[in-house]
């Protein structure tokens, strides 16, 4: 007998076979049991999700010699024949290989002959949205009008690309992705029955690599048990690049604990069995995820990356991290895979990311926020009610922005901002104020971070957000209609009534208004009367700390300056360093 991998030898025979899309298989057995069978179904959904298998099944469900029957028989010339994929009446079309034109035709001009051998044709058009707009409507002349004998299973991986004159014809079923728990479950039984010797821990890592897919899932385990030796984390880990739970775990506690001689030796080490700087960094991205869940949604295990049996010990773990610093974590873990996708030496990348991931923490546990608001420290953003700060912009080498730089503001300042905005609730904000960022932040990172940064004050009818008199930026982009019709949306929405909205600058701002921010004279005319500095002499003038020194500092770099002005809208006046890559 040939070889069949372990995905065809446990593909579903019956509908208890299939797993994980139980809404799908009782509605398929009550129609089949009511006689209600249409003639076109719609299964969309990702990949190796049971899509074709089920199909399958439903076929041999309705032209079973003892049917059409919900448990078919599995043994007469029909149920075989769709099991080796000879039956005649059983027609698979793969829509993907050549967009199906000949396929449709050919199917336009046979399907009125009635089955050779059982009670139904039945159409199984695989990835359905490859077809051309032609093939589209032959078949659309087919389903408008099909003959009583012909049910057509549609299934994709992409119902959005299908048109919506075919998809009305359907009846569409959407299966899931496999969560976690089913997966390692399936994969338990397959294990257990091919006598595959594994450890628990090993099914999990293997369940999670496969991202939902029960076809992907028996792939990875057939791969690695080629070897004939047992599965362990271990194994899996060096043959799939897929990181250990200890490792991650490992890795998270160094973070808690800022400790830097513990952390980089275990980062260097996963990444020298082979593990992609990119994946390591997603793989931390879902376990910090776990760990924030299980310390603020212990109700949903399920939710676990990592699988259910984990949570005591990520509830533990995640005690060593205090307030905020999980979410803080989580999102510049975002940010972090953002860039890394861009960065020319990923590792590097990944090495500072993880750095100004530990000095974060240091910061925040060392400077107590009254402190950060008093001396505006290298990495403060200042706070609306101290004295505003004039912008400064500190250049090192050449004009070029690293991403090591951008991130290094990103981390270093978020935090400190979140904690100045909890200063703020205290005193000032309204009520609502929480509600209302948390729901900005849905809608726009970008909003929230200018709105986090002003002090609101609220008479009952109308919110006012205050900026320091040289806030331009600030002021004119919560003028923006935009914004203004954004802010009473969320106003109402977490209020639920018609609240006003004003943004306004303290104080008469022109005089204070910084000389660049002003519109030029002449554009020949030099703006400045002061001699010129070498930017040499500027630059070392800056380092000494002289304000007006940091004010003179002209960005030329196009890009320069807009990464400065992004920095500016999402952080505020904050010093932004320019390091050469
Ligand atoms: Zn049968």
Request: contains cysteine; hydrophobic residues 40%; aromatic residues 6%.
């Amino acid at each position: 007998m040939s070889y069949l991998s372990l995905y065809r030898q446990w593909r579903p025979q019956t509908f208890e076979d299939i797993v994980g899309q139980d809404h799908i298989v009782r509605t398929l057995k009550n129609a089949i049991a009511n006689g209600r069978v249409v003639h076109a179904y719609m299964f969309s959904g990702p990949r190796g999700t049971g899509k074709t298998s089920t199909a399958k099944v439903f076929a041999k469900a309705l032209n079973c010699a003892e049917g059409p029957t919900v448990k078919p028989c599995g043994e007469c010339t029909s149920c075989v024949a769709v099991k080796e994929g000879n039956a005649l009446d059983v027609i698979e079309i793969d829509a993907a290989s050549n967009r199906g034109i000949d396929e449709i035709r050919d199917l336009r001009d046979k399907v009125r002959f009635t089955p050779a051998q059982g009670r139904y044709k039945v159409y199984i058009i695989d990835e359905v949205h490859m077809l051309t707009m032609e093939a589209f409507n032959a078949l659309l002349k087919t389903l408008e009008e099909p003959p009583s004998h012909a049910i057509f299973v549609l299934a994709t991986t992409e119902a959005n690309r299908v048109p919506a004159t075919i998809l009305s014809r359907c009846q569409r079923f959407d299966f899931n992705r496999l969560n976690l728990a089913q997966l390692t479950k399936h994969l338990t039984k397959v294990a257990d029955q091919m006598g595959i010797a594994y450890e628990k821990d090993a099914l999990t890592l293997l369940a999670r690599k496969a991202e939902g897919s029960a076809r992907d899932a028996l792939g990875l385990m057939e791969q690695v048990s080629a070897l004939g030796e047992k599965l362990t984390p271990k194994l899996i880990s060096d043959m799939l690049g897929a990181t250990e739970f200890e490792r991650l775990e490992g890795i998270a506690a160094a973070i808690a604990s800022s400790d830097v001689r513990g952390l980089f030796p275990l980062v260097s080490d996963t990444l020298m069995s082979g593990t992609d700087p990119r994946q390591l960094l997603g793989e931390m991205g879902e376990h910090f995820m776990d760990l924030m869940l299980a310390k603020d949604c212990p109700a949903r295990k399920d939710l676990l990356h990592s699988g259910e049996e984990r949570f005591d010990q990520l509830k533990k773990a995640s005690e060593a991290f205090e307030g905020s610093r999980l979410q803080e974590i989580v999102s510049s873990i975002g940010v972090g895979l953002a860039e890394i996708g861009k960065a020319p030496n990923p590792r590097l990348s990944l090495e500072l990311f993880l750095a100004r991931l530990v000095n974060a923490g240091q910061g925040v546990k060392a400077q107590p926020v009254a402190a950060a608001e008093a001396a505006p420290s290298r990495h403060a953003v200042p706070v609306p009610k101290a004295p505003a700060a004039a912008p400064a912009v500190k250049a090192e080498g050449k004009k070029e922005v690293a991403d090591a730089g951008k991130k290094e503001t990103a981390a270093q300042a978020a935090p400190v901002a979140e904690k100045a905005a909890e200063g703020q609730q205290k005193t000032e904000a309204p009520a609502f104020w929480g509600q209302l960022l948390d729901e900005l932040r849905l809608r726009s990172i970008r909003v929230e971070a200018l709105v986090r940064q002003s002090r609101p004050s609220f008479d009952g009818t109308t919110l006012t957000l205050e900026y320091p008199s040289n806030w331009f930026f600030h002021h004119q982009k919560m003028q923006e209609e935009t914004n203004q019709n954004l802010m009473k949306e969320v106003l109402k929405a977490v209020t639920g009534t018609e609240i006003g909205y004003k943004c306004v600058l303290l104080g008469d701002g022109d005089k204070d208004r910084p000389e660049k921010e002003k519109p030029a004279e002449s554009k020949d005319k030099p703006s400045r009367v002061a001699p010129r500095k070498s930017k040499k002499s500027k630059i070392e003038e800056a380092e000494k700390g002289g304000e007006a020194a940091f004010d003179e500092i002209e960005i030329e770099d196009e890009k320069v300056k807009k990464s400065v002005e992004m920095a500016k809208a999402l952080f505020g006046e904050v010093e932004i360093k320019v390091v050469e890559d």
